[in-house]
């Protein structure tokens, strides 16, 4: 039988739902065996399951070579289109990614943005409306930042590149604001409604590995990056399509995979762990390692489910 190495969201956002928070992950986590929590992070929990040079997980170029097949020989960052609100105190991403752009109003915008980029020795290219990207050389200077989920309705100064290194990024930052600002697209975009495109978010530096190492046979994901990652690994996956992941628990798993269920919510997420835990009753899996974006660990087998004297309880914030 196989272990699947399960990807969760960050544990308070299981919290907050009232169907996560009281169903199978409560069972799970109180009897479960809880081992040493890692740091937070989505990207940590991905490279606990691949495996390849460097600190931290790339994802612009990781995504760039699903879009383009052409990552390879650059360096890569994400500078996606966002918008921004401003309150008495700061500024705060309310999207990032998707915000409705078209791909004629994407080249619009970036047709204005490239000669900044140019100045500064970067490709802008905005083909996608919802992922644009920063090409320049290996070993050149990238800023670390924090994907959009961890910025979302944050104060952004917590964010922006720190120090004398982020300097040059904290003005291409605001220069693009100012360009983004007095734009005809977003003039065109309030007339209907639609919210403005005012900002960039740089995220996801990094170059693409030239080896990725797996202890998984197959992968279940809507990720870019596990996409990347596992095709790099030379490890079938699949999108999370409910019906192809329930034929593969129909039957004993001799294979150790991978789910990534770390951007479901609420029912749809609950539906998935139910899944899982009529293989585990069933005896289909030898054991579920969850994996929480915020850093818990646990590891459950079918065992543990005879654990009558540990209390079940609603999950509650940590």
């Known amino acids: 039988m196989g272990c699947l190495r399960l990807l969760l969201p960050d544990w308070t956002r299981c919290v907050a739902s009232e169907t996560v928070a009281s169903g199978v992950l409560s069972r799970w986590c109180a009897r479960a065996d809880q ?34 097949g052409d990552a390879a020989g650059s360096a890569w960052l994400r500078a996606d289109p966002a918008h921004v609100r401003a309150d008495m105190v700061t500024a705060r991403m309310l999207a990032c990614g998707e915000v409705g752009l ?18 500064a020795g970067f490709e802008l290219d905005a083909r996608l409306p919802n992922r644009w990207y920063l090409r320049t050389a290996v070993g050149s200077q990238l800023p670390t930042s ?9 104060d952004l100064k917590l964010h922006l590149p720190q120090g004398a290194a982020g300097k040059r990024w904290r003005q291409l930052f605001n220069e693009s604001q100012i360009i983004l600002h007095n734009h005809p697209v ?68 001799k294979e150790d995979f991978l ?54 309880s609603e999950l509650r914030a940590r």
């Open 35 to 68: 081992i040493d929590a890692a740091p937070a992070g989505l990207a940590v929990a991905i490279r606990e399951v691949f495996q390849f040079i460097g600190s931290c997980l790339p994802a612009a170029a990781l995504t760039r070579q699903i879009d383009r």
């Open 102 to 119: 078209s791909g004629d109003e994407s080249a619009d915008l970036a047709k204005d943005l490239m000669p900044l980029f140019g100045d």
């Open 146 to 154: 924090s994907p959009p989920d961890e910025v979302m309705g944050d």
């Open 186 to 253: 977003n003039a065109q975009r309030a007339q209907r409604g639609a919210v403005s495109v005012n900002s960039l978010w740089f995220w996801g530096a990094g170059v693409l590995p030239d080896w990725v190492r797996c202890d998984i046979n197959r992968a279940f994901s809507d990720s870019l990056e596990v996409h990347a990652l596992a095709s790099i690994a030379g490890v079938r996956v699949d999108g999370l399509d409910p019906a192809i992941f329930e034929d593969t628990l129909s039957r004993v798993v």
């Open 259 to 312: 789910l990534d269920l770390s951007a479901f919510r609420h029912e749809t997420l609950e539906s998935w762990l139910l899944q899982i835990d009529h293989a585990l009753q069933r005896r289909r899996l030898t054991c579920v390692d969850l994996l929480f974006a915020s850093g818990q660990r646990f590891q459950l087998k079918p065992m543990h489910r005879l654990r009558f004297w540990r209390r079940v």
